[in-house]
């Protein structure tokens, strides 16, 4: 599994928690002085808006977690994992390669459409899902291959943008689809996957608080590697869920196609939640390898999300839906 090449890693993508937790001290402290001055990748240059950013004690895991799951109180994975341990087929196959092969991603540009069983249809610019009011969120991501990391996002809820369309009473799913663009996504040459790739969410999973489209991570604006430029997140679901480059989010009647359920239907059902009592046909999902330890942790129920999200599955077998 572990398939990172060191050389390809960027010196100025290694950014420890100490340098990261400085960074948003000076970042607090050019807040106050209301000066603009920042340097080059700072998240602040294209956010008019402050960030409220996690607390140094949160980050080192004395504070406890907050009840509404917005902050896990967990050791951070370090930047350079995350930037380079990376599942986005339409770069690579290779999770150590996607970094490379998708360095230059070309993102402005930028539109998402949201269109559908709505009121208001519209096409957003990149520039204004950046002045939706952003946030950092601190959350667990568990693939289904069975790894898992702690990552600080930058985003806003993604109820905040259904709103502004106005989802009609027929609107039951949302259905989102990546960029289809072989010239700058050269993997969609092949076919290993069917493109655009594509997910879809329950009408109330996507209203939840906990789901968010990310424009960034550790304060800074969100590399190609992890979605660029704005990518959905979903905490309490296997991490393929969470569909990167984002151009369209539709509104529908009934439950959309998404690409790994295509591709195996068996394998990968439409709600893939989190869920270590029901196995991946090939592989136990009971436990799993946080990047960067060696000792396997026990995968918890809904991905440690079961105050904020359960009741959303009340009754349902979650072996027949999984
Ligand atoms: N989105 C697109 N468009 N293409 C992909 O291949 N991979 C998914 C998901 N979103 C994928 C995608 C999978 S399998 C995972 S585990 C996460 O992205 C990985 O996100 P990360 O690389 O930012 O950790």
Redesign the pocket.
Same mark, same amino acid.
Not at 85 to 90: A, R
Not at 238 to 245: A, D, E, M, V
């Given at each position: 599994m572990e398939n990172r090449k060191p050389a390809d890693i960027d010196a100025s993508e290694i950014t420890d928690k100490r340098v990261y937790l400085n960074r948003r001290l000076f970042m607090r402290g050019a807040a106050l002085a209301a000066t603009t001055a920042a340097t080059g990748l700072l998240y602040r240059k294209l956010n008019p808006q402050p960030v409220e950013t996690t607390k140094r004690e949160e980050l080192a895991g004395f504070a406890k977690p907050t009840s509404d799951g917005f902050r896990a109180n967990e050791k951070l994975t370090p930047l350079a994992d995350?930037t380079n341990?990376?599942? *986005?087929?339409?770069f690579s196959t290779d999770k150590g390669a996607?970094a490379s092969e998708s360095k230059g991603f070309v993102t402005k540009p930028w539109t998402v459409s949201v269109e559908g069983l709505v009121n208001k249809p519209r096409s957003f610019d990149l520039n204004k899902l950046l002045s939706f009011p952003l946030e950092e969120r601190v959350y667990r991501?568990r693939?289904?291959?069975g790894w898992s990391?702690v990552?600080p996002w930058i985003g806003f809820p993604l109820a905040k943008l259904l709103e502004e369309v106005e989802p009609t009473e027929q609107a039951k799913y949302v259905a989102f689809q990546?960029l289809y663009d072989p010239k700058r996504m050269p993997n969609q040459r092949t076919g290993v996957?069917d493109w655009p790739?594509v997910?879809g969410l329950r009408l109330d999973e996507a209203m939840h608080p906990l789901t968010i489209l990310a424009t960034g991570l550790y304060g800074e604006v969100l590399p190609p590697?992890?979605?660029a430029p704005i990518?959905l997140v979903v905490p309490w679901k296997?991490? *393929?869920?969470?569909?990167?480059?984002i151009v369209k989010i539709q509104l529908v009647a009934e439950e959309p196609p998404t690409?790994?359920n295509i591709q195996a239907s068996n394998e990968y059902g439409f709600y893939s939640n989190v869920n270590p009592e029901v196995s991946h046909p090939r592989w136990s999902q009971a436990t799993e390898r946080r990047i960067g330890e060696f000792r396997m942790r026990e995968t918890l129920m809904f991905n440690g999300y079961s105050e904020q999200v359960a009741h959303l599955y009340q009754g349902m077998d979650l072996e027949q839906y999984f």
């Open positions: 995350i341990y990376n599942n *986005f087929y339409e996607v991501l693939c289904v291959e990391m990552i990546t996957l790739y997910e590697q992890d979605g990518r296997y991490g *393929f869920k969470s569909i990167k480059s690409t790994w």
